[in-house]
């Protein structure tokens, strides 16, 4: 159990178009997702915590007029990169968890996200 | 501020050895501590965690040893294989204070056959 999914698992987009990254809980309701961006040989850096119904809270730093995070249902998150430019190329990873009370993230499997 | 210390950065093990990557913590509010495993292109996975109630966990050829004194975890993988060579995490989370993780800078570890 605890599988989250990632779509797409890899886009290319030109400089100043969108891309939307899907995040969905496959067997479970994720009261809480999370979601990261990872650069190479480098740890997950947190961009944003969301939970179901409510606006995202961003760390320091993300700009939410960039990274527009949606956590409509309990089993879906998006996140969308706004005119994304070559220095938005990384690897974003979501996770999810239960919600208060548990510790455990289950994480996604990654979307890798170049830039041209 | 980095609130959980990781090393070594980088692992070099023969096949068979023992691999050991150490944590130090700073907040002594967490109460989680899960280490992942990340191949190359993959999201982590859980690898085995434990809570500060507890001085060692052991799941197969994965321990964990945990020193609440000293603010200190580390993992210990017996019997190394050419495939757990990946980058493995540290990390902490405090429960009822939004479970997010702070991670470690994290291990690459190879394991030579």
């Known amino acids: 159990g605890a599988v989250v999914s990632q779509h797409p698992s890899r886009v290319i987009c030109k400089s100043g178009t969108s891309v939307k990254i899907e995040c969905r809980s496959l067997?479970?309701?994720?009261?809480?997702m999370f979601w990261y961006r990872q650069f190479p040989k480098q740890s997950l850096m947190l961009m944003a915590t969301s939970n179901e119904g409510s606006k995202a809270t961003y760390e320091q730093g993300v700009e939410k007029d960039k990274f527009l995070i949606n956590h409509a249902s309990l089993t879906l998150s998006t996140l969308t990169v706004t005119s994304a430019h070559p220095e938005d190329s990384s690897f974003y990873i979501c996770?999810?968890?239960?919600?208060?009370?548990?510790?455990?993230?289950?994480f996604g499997p990654g979307t890798r996200l170049t830039v041209l | 501020q980095q609130q959980v210390k990781q090393s070594p950065q980088s692992l070099i093990v023969q096949k068979g050895g023992i691999s050991i990557i150490n944590c130090a913590y700073e907040?002594?509010?967490?109460?989680?501590f899960p280490w992942y495993q990340q191949f190359p292109g993959k999201g982590p996975a859980l690898l085995i965690a434990i809570r500060p109630d507890v001085s060692e966990k052991k799941e197969g050829r994965f321990t964990i040893s945990f020193n609440k004194s000293a603010k200190q975890f580390s993992l210990h993988i017996m019997d190394s294989q050419p495939g757990d060579s990946a980058t493995y995490f540290c990390a902490a989370s405090v429960r009822n204070a939004g479970n997010m993780l702070t991670f470690g800078g994290g291990t690459r570890l190879m394991v030579k056959p």
């Open positions: 996770s999810a968890s239960l919600g208060e009370g548990y510790n455990e993230q289950f």
């Open positions: 067997d479970f309701q994720a009261t809480t």
């Open positions: 907040n002594t509010a967490f109460d989680y």
